[in-house]
């Protein structure tokens, strides 16, 4: 008996939706309830297609339809009976649908890796509430060795712990929506834990900032290093997010990525006001590090360094 297989495919991309095979030679498709297939959409006509396969062959008959009926992205026919093959993907209204013969080719067996694992792992329900906590931690602890004074935990704890919250919460919106976009699932719970990552490797970009810039001596090359860096960060979670997404992903589909980072990163830089440098002219010194070793993040003025040393020095007179 001849077999069909029928896969409805989402409006973006090849991910399938859903999965129907036919054991018959003869397969009509449209939008009224006597056919094989239903689809729910407005612009297929009520009786739009009619499939057949003989003698190892499959014609497609558009029976009058409407709006015609497209394969493989093809001008529109109407009215008309092609041969098409297996594995071509068929166009009618909004939707797409693959049709298989059962001889069809599939892909090799994947083997089970880390990243799958890791994939198990941060679907359990635990793992991104902790995953935020120590991410909001760390940046808590960061502002807390920047500013170890009490007035931190009345001035600056609540925003600091506000702000990385929306951080994250907006990062994981935004890889929700581009899985959403290409795979009509969002998949937020994985993309909170990517988020967490991201900032997380963001933190300790910031912490190193001084000595990984130390000797540079060009303002250009500092921002360039910089740009650079945050861009392969935010490359990689929205690699990480649609790795996830997918159980493999193409070199192709890789490089596909790039450009939505590049314009993030892009916004993000866009009208940010230079760094002070001043490396010969104008000291200033890190707020971080001892006089005179480097101005590269946060920096402060001589004035400042001093005035924030002097208080630090009267409040350790105090206890």
């Not at 009509?28 to 009786?47: E, H, K, T």
């Not at 005179?292 to 630090?312: I, K, R, T, V, Y």
């Amino acid at each position: 008996m001849d077999r069909i297989i029928i896969e409805l495919l989402a409006p973006q991309g090849q991910a399938v939706e859903s999965r129907h095979v036919f054991n018959r030679d003869r397969i009509r498709i449209g939008r009224a309830y006597s056919n094989d297939v239903i689809i729910d959409d407005l612009f297929v006509s009520p009786d739009h297609l009619l499939m057949q396969l003989k003698e190892g062959k499959v014609y497609l008959k558009d029976l009058a339809s409407k709006n015609g009926t497209q394969v493989n992205g093809t001008p529109k026919f109407q009215d008309k009976i092609v041969t098409v093959n297996s594995g071509d993907v068929i166009g009618i209204g909004r939707t797409r649908f693959r049709f298989l013969l059962p001889d069809h080719p599939v892909e090799s067996t994947k083997k089970m890796d880390r990243f799958m694992a890791f994939r198990d792992f941060i679907d359990r329900p635990w793992v991104p509430f902790v995953f935020s906590l120590a991410v909001i931690a760390v940046g808590a602890w960061m502002g807390r060795m920047v500013d170890p004074s009490d007035s931190f935990w009345k001035k600056e704890f609540y925003s600091i712990v506000i702000g990385f919250a929306a951080s994250i919460l907006s990062f994981a919106g935004i890889l929700s929506l581009y899985t959403f976009f290409k795979y009509r699932r969002s998949y937020f719970v994985r993309n909170l834990v990517i988020a967490d990552i991201g900032l997380f490797l963001g933190l300790i970009l910031e912490g190193i900032d001084p000595f990984l810039y130390f000797w540079v001596l060009d303002e250009t090359w500092v921002h360039a290093l910089d740009y650079v860096i945050n861009f392969m960060i935010t490359l990689g979670m929205f690699w990480a997010s649609v790795r996830l997404a997918k159980d493999s992903l193409t070199w192709r589909e890789s490089f596909g990525l790039i450009w939505v980072p590049l314009i993030l990163v892009f916004i993000a830089g866009y009208g940010e006001s230079s760094r002070q440098m001043g490396f010969q002219n104008d000291p200033i010194y890190h707020s971080k590090l001892a006089p005179g070793m480097g101005p590269l993040f946060q920096p402060q003025s001589l004035d400042e360094f001093l005035n924030d040393g002097a208080e630090e020095f009267e409040r350790l007179k105090e206890d």
